[in-house]
């Protein structure tokens, strides 16, 4: 379990918003998608960000034999009129697609 618990922390999303509506959205959002990530990672992931007013949508997800992130295609509605997506190759283990957003700054991609 501490395993698991430390590849999430490490390999996921380190997400740092302190919001309680878009409009008054503050802080950094930084969502990382590994080949170390299970689907149970994803569901957490999306489920997070859903309680900062932010959906997430995997548009394709594969996974190798052992269950582990082999290549994704997501996309990011932050309600407040950004929106973002990517495609990705097959994950090698130095890949890591996903989505940053400084909230004083505005929305880049990863």
């Known amino acids: 379990m501490k395993r698991i618990n430390f590849n999430l922390l490490i390999a996921v999303a380190i997400?740092?918003?302190s919001v309680s509506c878009?409009?008054?959205?503050?802080g950094i959002l930084d969502v990382k998608f590994t080949n170390?990530?299970?689907?149970t990672d994803l569901d957490k992931i999306k489920k997070d960000l859903k309680t900062q007013n932010i959906d997430l949508?995997?548009?394709?997800?594969?996974f190798d034999d052992n269950g582990k992130l082999k290549r994704i295609n997501a996309s990011i509605d932050y309600n407040d009129g950004q929106v973002a997506s990517f495609k990705s190759r097959e994950l090698r283990s130095s890949?890591?697609?996903?989505?940053?957003?400084?909230f004083s700054n505005g929305l880049k991609l990863r």
């Open 36 to 39: 170390q990530l299970t689907q």
């Open 15 to 17: 997400i740092f918003i």
């Open 57 to 62: 949508n995997y548009d394709l997800l594969e």
């Open 22 to 26: 878009a409009s008054q959205r503050t």
């Open 95 to 102: 890949d890591k697609p996903g989505f940053y957003r400084d």
